[in-house]
T-cell receptor
Framework: DTAVSQTPKYLVTQMGNDKSIKCEQN?????MYWYKQDSKKFLKIMFS???????INETVPNRFSPKSPDKAHLNLHINSLELGDSAVYFC????????????FGPGTRLTVT | AQKITQTQPGMFVQEKEAVTLDCTYD???????LFWYKQPSSGEMIFLIY??????QNATEGRYSLNFQKARKSANLVISASQLGDSAMYFC????????????FGSGTKLNVKP
């Protein structure tokens, strides 16, 4: 009965590859997010989706694209992976957009070699 | 510009003592929310406590309380009766409630609880 789940937990891949990380929430929340946590533990929001509409798009490379087939899923696709993409990626969800507590997935540790 | 500032990269506290983790924020909005999250060494992010900018009373959740001083723009987390399991990174965060939905995290404070 995991609230927010992500797969895979670990992802090791080579530069130039394309990969996806999946996220699902069973909380019935309206908004989902993707965060990137770098090696210095700094968390930065990348995207959020509210009722399948993109409402935040921080200045991330367009190699990153969020895809939401329905309200419970927000997948992250990354094309042409680079060394600097190595990080932990967290998915999160909240009932409201912004002013509400967020529930995080377990994270996906991406390593690009 | 830094929206959330956590000035303590690392802290130590003796088990069973109280500890305060500092957080200051920068915003010109009237309506916003402040959050604290805990990240243990296992990596997951755990929500701890929330304070709305219009809430008159400080938020409390069990051993966690948020010392909200609006005029000083500070939202310090107080953990009472520290336990060994409290050793973790703690992140302060802020959202703008009606300003479409920026969510900012501080750089974190690593708390070590000593037995």
């Amino acid at each position: 009965d995991t609230a927010v789940s992500q797969t895979p937990k670990y992802l090791v891949t080579q530069m130039g590859n394309d990969k996806s990380i999946k996220c699902e929430q069973n909380l019935g929340h309206d908004t989902m997010y993707w965060y990137k946590q770098d090696s210095k533990k700094f968390l930065k929001i990348m995207f959020s989706y509210n009722n399948k509409e993109l409402i935040i798009n921080e200045t991330v490379p367009n190699r990153f694209s969020p895809k939401s087939p329905d309200k419970a899923h927000l997948n992250l696709h990354i094309n042409s992976l680079e060394l600097g993409d190595s990080a932990v990626y967290f998915c999160a969800s909240s009932q409201l957009a912004g002013g509400d507590e967020q529930y995080f997935g377990p994270g996906t540790r991406l390593t690009v070699t | 510009a830094q929206k959330i500032t956590q000035t303590q990269p690392g802290m130590f506290v003796q088990e069973k003592e109280a500890v305060t983790l500092d957080c200051t924020y920068d915003t010109s909005d009237q309506s916003y929310g402040l959050f604290w999250y805990k990240q243990p060494s296992s990596g997951e992010m755990i929500f701890l406590i929330y304070q709305g900018s219009y809430d008159e009373q400080n938020a409390t959740e069990g051993r966690y309380s948020l010392n909200f001083q609006k005029a000083r723009k500070s939202a310090n987390l107080v953990i009472s009766a520290s336990q060994l399991g409290d050793s973790a990174m703690y992140f302060c965060a802020m959202s703008h409630q009606y300003n479409f939905n920026k969510f900012y995290f501080g750089s974190g404070t690593k708390l070590n609880v000593k037995p």
